[in-house]
């Protein structure tokens, strides 16, 4: 029932005033990131899985290191992904009860959608599974702290529960050993933190450290997201 409810909103959010498509500054730095991290592995015959892809743009944009497969519980997104990007697989379904094959993945990416699901740390065990032996973790999850000092509203029909740098930590160690971890895209609409971080503020800072300013900002973890590159052991 749960499943169904979520599918119904999250069909009607992805298809809202350009979701689809239009990326905001946070899905661009995490992807950037993933992206990376996945071309430092030196291969373009991986199996990766995009758990929880949504309109499937981070599908396509992997598409280059190998075979993808994505997975998520918006059916009518889904579909509209089919036919934008017919050489990557798309299923329909609800995540932790698909009959995936164990092991078999190379790498699996996750951009924000840990904190939509009400079992964190069985979503965590059940890539642990799927993935080979050695095969990487890319996710990206809101940052619980900084999420809450900008006080965001409360979610519109579905669920959401953050976590902190800590607590995704713990859901990762049981199976993987986390390379590196940082946050991304600074914001703040509180005082005296606002003054730091504010957009303007950043860019100016930046051009003068050659972007230093944000990635100590980042590194401090006052980022939007956190970003996280684990292998399983």
């Known amino acids: ?117 009400p079992d964190q740390k069985g979503y965590v065990a059940k890539v642990a599974r799927l993935l080979k032996p050695g095969g990487v973790f890319l996710i990206a999850t809101q940052n619980g702290p900084i999420l809450r000092l900008n006080k965001l509203p409360p979610p519109d029909g579905w669920y959401r529960r953050w976590v902190d740098r800590k607590e995704l930590r713990e859901m990762l160690a049981p199976h993987m050993d986390v390379l590196e971890m940082t946050t991304v895209v600074p914001r703040a609409k509180e005082w005296p933190l606002r003054l730091f971080v504010a957009g303007r503020v950043r860019k100016l800072m930046n051009a003068f450290s050659g972007g230093l300013y944000q990635r100590t900002l980042e590194g401090w973890g006052l980022g939007w997201s956190i970003v996280c590159y684990a292998v399983k052991r």
């Not at 995490?30 to 949504?54: F, P, Y």
């Not at 299923?91 to 924000?112: C, K, N, R, T, Y």
């Open 1 to 117: 029932m749960l499943a169904a409810k979520q599918a119904e909103v999250w069909n009607k959010w992805n298809t809202e005033a350009g979701r689809e498509t239009a990326l905001d500054e946070a899905s661009q730095d995490q992807s950037n990131l993933m992206v990376k991290w996945l071309r430092s592995l030196g291969r373009t015959d991986l199996n990766i899985l995009d758990a929880g892809c949504g309109s499937g743009w981070m599908c396509a944009r992997v598409s280059e290191f190998g075979q993808v497969t994505g997975v998520d519980l918006a059916d009518e997104v889904i579909a509209l992904a089919r036919e934008r990007w017919p050489d990557v697989r798309f299923v329909a379904g609800d995540f932790m009860s698909m009959d995936l094959p164990e092991q078999s993945f190379d790498a699996v990416v996750s951009l924000e959608v840990l904190s939509h699901v």
